[in-house]
């Protein structure tokens, strides 16, 4: 009776309903308006938005001091965290 389409198709058409693919087919030239307006509004935003040449940054750094007496530098270093967990 509807011309092969199932009940639900006929249905949302007789109520206007329509989905956004539907609407897709039917309306080429909107949609691709809105694409390239997209397109070009995303452009335009991207090119004005503020970004600096060379943004600052804090350099962090520490000193540790160790006390081993009679112990040279290399056993210090090989002793403690250094020795174990960046060396290896």
């Not at 909107?30 to 503020?50: E, K, N, Q």
Request: with cysteine; net charge negative.
């Amino acid at each position: 009776m509807n011309g092969g389409r199932s009940f639900a198709v006929a249905a949302n058409q007789g109520a206007g309903i329509m989905n956004l693919a539907e609407f897709s087919i039917n309306n080429r030239l909107i949609c691709g308006l809105v694409i390239v307006g997209s397109l070009i509004g995303g452009w335009v935003a991207y090119d004005t938005m503020p970004r600096f040449e060379d943004p600052e940054f804090t350099i962090r750094t520490a000193q540790v001091f160790t006390e081993y007496p009679g112990a040279t530098p290399k056993e210090v270093a090989n002793e403690g965290f250094w020795g174990h967990s960046v060396l290896m």
